[in-house]
């Protein structure tokens, strides 16, 4: 069946006008989207030196990994008493059974390792992709950090979560919240109960240990991988001494709370950041993968203009970071370069034609062919 002049005219009309209606809709962002997934290897060998790191640890476990299939680049760090590995793998490759893979290796060449080398630890995560922040403004007031810190969790994020685009709200730039744990030298002595002993039982409480990955079938005979992981079944519970085994004496099972006084404070501050003299806070936004970062970026920092009549005396928002002013900026260069270059491109066709049709033809062209 063959289509009329009119038809072909008419469908790329339409085309083209639902090009023109999506392009809202286009997500404009200033890193690319993809994630390459990354597993991270740390071991520390403490007393050693980083040749001797990198020759005898660094070195055989790069060359074991890199026979792994679906590993992109490997990246290695050796320092004094510790190093580390970092495996980036293919955008094709299965991170769960990537990681699998590394932890058989890891214990396969676990025994030809020297001794005094701890056991590597595996962790996994993911490298580019849109998870720097957009927005990034600093907190002040005359107040202590946690204060203002507690301020903005309670009151500015809950209104920030309600903003379609928004992945992730970070409050950072006061010191943590601790358990600090003080025992009785003489108390131990007498009970022969050392500071490992404690330490490996709040260790043990607070276990979270990834076993690999594994195969089952479900009810339907599919096959599916899962994640095997060791978690122990008081770690989301609060801390509490009284909960946690330390010690069985003659049939006697000590508990960490006859041994410490458990105080729950602020860690000790090991820097300051100030403002015009004041404490500050750091709050960074980061966009979800297919957020519009130009317009999310001008929709919050209108939300914050409006919200910022409403703080409390002494408190201040100061924009630090915005990721649409450079994006703005870009696109702004990209559209006059564009119309330069068509204008240019125009002005020859004008002046070797001499006829304002094939201008015409050239622009209607690009305009449908961009829609």
Known sequence: MKLSSFSTILSFA??????????????????????????????????????????????????????????????SN?????????????????????????????????????AGVSYPSISSGSDGGNSRPYLRYTV???FSPVQIQEYINDNLKPKLSEIQGI??????????MIYRLEYDYTVLQNLKITVDDIQTAVQSFMIKEFLGTGKIIDENRSEQWIRLALIS?????????????????EGKIIFLNNLVKTTYEEEEVSSYFRINGLNSIYLSLTAKEDANQLALSKQTREMLEI????????????????????????????????GLTVLILLCFIFIIYRNFKYSLLIISSLTANIA
């Not at 597993?39 to 026979?67: C, D, N, P, W």
């Not at 992945?167 to 943590?176: F, K, L, P, T």
């Not at 008081?234 to 909960?243: I, L, T, Y």
């Not at 910022?308 to 994006?327: N, V």
């Open 14 to 75: 339409c085309l083209v006008i639902l090009g023109i209606f999506l392009i809202p809709r286009l997500p404009v962002k200033l890193n690319p989207s993809q994630k390459l997934p990354v597993v991270s290897i740390y071991f520390s060998m403490h007393g050693q030196s980083a040749q001797v790191i990198e020759m005898e640890v660094t070195s055989k476990i790069e060359a074991m990994l890199s026979r792994i299939r679906g590993v992109r680049g490997i990246s």
């Open 78 to 114: 050796s320092g004094n008493g510790s190093g580390s590995i970092t495996v980036r793998l293919s955008e094709y490759a299965d991170p769960d059974m990537a990681r699998f893979e590394i932890s058989t290796v890891i214990r396969q060449i676990w025994k030809s390792l020297p």
């Open 140 to 142: 002040n007031a005359p």
């Open 167 to 176: 992945d992730r709200i970070e409050v950072s730039g006061a010191s943590r």
């Open 233 to 249: 079944e008081d770690r989301n519970q609060p801390f509490d001494a009284s909960m946690i085994p330390v010690k069985n004496i």
């Open 307 to 338: 919200y910022k009549t409403s703080f409390p005396q002494g408190y201040e928002l100061h924009l630090a970071y915005d990721a649409g002013e450079y994006i703005q900026s870009e696109m702004d260069k990209i559209y006059f370069r564009s």
